[in-house]
């Protein structure tokens, strides 16, 4: 099953999160199938490609909750 979930990069203590989507076996840092985002909890930025996300959606992939929460917290601002 693909999963749209976060990958966590960056230094200790200063994290970056990738919106991804991966195979739901794989390890949280692993190989990506393809990168849709973008977040930054410390300044709350975000990125997000809605087109890519609404389409994996499509071809059954599922959101994690933090993953669903951030992008209907950016849509509702727009």
Avoid: C, H, W
């Avoid at 099953?1 to 195979?23: A, E, V, W």
């Avoid at 949280?28 to 959606?57: C, H, M, W």
């Avoid at 059954?60 to 992008?71: D, E, P, R, S």
Wanted: charged share 35%.
């Amino acid at each position: 099953m693909i999963k749209i979930r976060l990958k966590k990069f960056g230094r200790k203590k200063q994290p970056s999160y990738r919106i991804i989507t991966i195979d739901s076996r794989k390890k949280r840092d692993g190989k990506a199938i393809e990168e849709v985002g973008f977040y930054n909890p410390l300044t709350k930025q975000g990125k997000f490609d809605i087109d890519l996300i609404n389409k994996r959606l499509k071809q059954g992939a599922q959101m994690t909750k933090k993953v669903y929460y951030l992008v209907s917290k950016i849509q509702t601002k727009n």
